[in-house]
């Protein structure tokens, strides 16, 4: 098939979509598709991997970006499009970071309560949000195209949130590569990271990796993790990720464990942090479908998460993990900490993660994406059949 990709950016280095993208487009290209890739920026290594490219006019909005990728899109014969949640002429839109008005609401929980009516009035007069709703209102169109949505949540709140009729989406949990992230990485890397990171064989490491560590839930995960140093227990947290670290390093020493809590910075491969760490945990107040938590899950660490990830709901409280229903509340994440200090119930849950990421490979992803490709090139040949 010719496919052609939209993407704003394509730097796999930022990781999120830009690198779910980039694993994606040479999956194709390996499967023997004719890739195009639409994008306003492209990282040099994308620009040498022999791709066919076209890059946009520069832009500075989204909704400036959606006008020239339609633009570029039109003048091309392609089989299908596929749209990562930047622009709307497209066939396929997977909107990889969510309802946008699920996560605006999200986000309000991260501000002061009596700031949320400032904001949400704010919301209905600054720019910003005004071109939001419009390029929402574009790309929730009823013309026909699918929306992907990456978990139940986020096909729930497109529903509520912008009014997508259910029959226009289609359910397709993201995947993951369960042979780089694996289970025999611990024997390569657990022991002489965890010497590096200085914890002790009897101690419990906890393993977060994110970005913006307020909407990932990093500050209370500091306060549980003190709850249970407070108790005597030997625990340590590793955070990995995030350009700004000076909240958390000052946070951590307020509560009395910096000693206890690393920050990692940017690391250039989890992989051998997840063998390195007991349990991983992501309490986030919006993530639509987490793919750290599914490579997690594949190098057999149990995972606690919130609610308002949808990858959390692959997860059984109990046998790979547990969610949190409140991402705030640092007592119940600190209970779901405690429960996970035991290295009976870790080794039982890990050895369930693994057996749960087999199920949601990264083939698996692939091959329902192009599914719906070639469903929906079938129905465009039989109107087209009509027609004639």
Known sequence: MKIGIVIEELDPARGGAQQWTWQ???WLAAAGHETHIVARRFADCVKDAGFT???????????????????????????VVHDMGDGWCCDVLQPHNGARGAAFQQNLRLIPAWLRPWKRALAALLPRYRNFAELSRRQY????????ALSKMVAADLQQHHGVPPG????????????????????????????????????????????????????????????????????????????????????????????????????????????ACDVYVQPTFYDPCSLVVLEALAAGVPVITSRYNGAGELITPGVEGSIVQDPADVGELADALRWWCDPGRRERGGRAARKLALEHGWERNCREIVALYEEIAARRATRARRAA
């Open 168 to 275: 226009q989406l289609r359910l397709i949990y993201n995947g993951v590569n369960f042979e780089r992230f694996s289970p025999d990485q611990r024997s390569a890397h657990r022991a002489a990271l965890r010497d590096q990171l200085r914890v002790a064989a009897d101690e419990t490491l906890f393993l977060i990796v994110a970005h913006n560590f307020a909407l990932k839930g990093v500050p209370e995960l500091i306060r549980a993790v003190a709850e249970l140093a407070w108790e005597g227990r030997p625990v340590r947290l590793a955070i990995a990720g995030g350009k700004r670290t000076g909240s958390a390093a000052r946070l951590a020493r307020r509560v009395g464990i910096a000693e206890r809590v690393t920050l990692l910075g940017s690391v250039p491969d989890a992989a051998p942090y997840y063998a």
């Open 141 to 148: 169109a009823a013309d026909g195209r699918v929306l992907i």
């Open 24 to 26: 994606f487009v040479r």
């Open 53 to 79: 490219l076209h890059p946009t006019v520069p832009t500075r909005t989204q909704l400036e970006f959606g006008a020239a990728a339609e633009n570029v899109v039109r003048q091309l014969e392609l089989d």
